[in-house]
């Protein structure tokens, strides 16, 4: 009996900014940093870059990555949020970030197709 194997990639976004019409104008929105990682089998990692924090969205390139990841096989399998504990609100000691998360995903290896294809465009 053959055993399955796994390629893994996790999408992960580590900051947000908001960004306001300034006095002389602007653009308004916000950034994220939010990068992709790809684990082959053989151990190799390939690092995608999806958005900066210096680049204003009017979408959140995590939400669509893991949309688009499913679209393509992936499963997710874990997500993982920080934890904030600021006063807000009033009646919690904590909330979950959605400025630093994680979510992890796994599909089964298919020979001779890169495990970081399809290419993800946010």
Request: charged share 15%; with cysteine; net charge positive.
């Amino acid at each position: 009996m053959i055993q399955q194997q796994w390629e893994f990639c996790l999408v992960a976004m580590s900051g947000t900014k908001k960004y306001e019409k300034g006095l002389f104008g602007g653009q308004e929105g916000w950034g994220y940093n939010c990068s992709i990682y790809y684990y082959s089998p053989t151990g190799n990692v390939i690092k995608q870059r999806l958005a900066t924090i210096s680049e204003v969205k009017s979408y959140n390139p995590f939400d669509k990555s893991i949309a688009l990841l499913g679209a393509a096989g992936w499963e997710l399998v874990s997500v993982q949020h920080a934890n904030m504990q600021p006063n807000y609100p009033a009646n919690q000691s904590a909330y979950l970030s959605g400025e630093y998360i994680v979510a992890y995903f796994k599909r089964p290896v298919v020979a001779g197709r890169p495990v970081d294809e399809p290419k993800l465009v946010v």
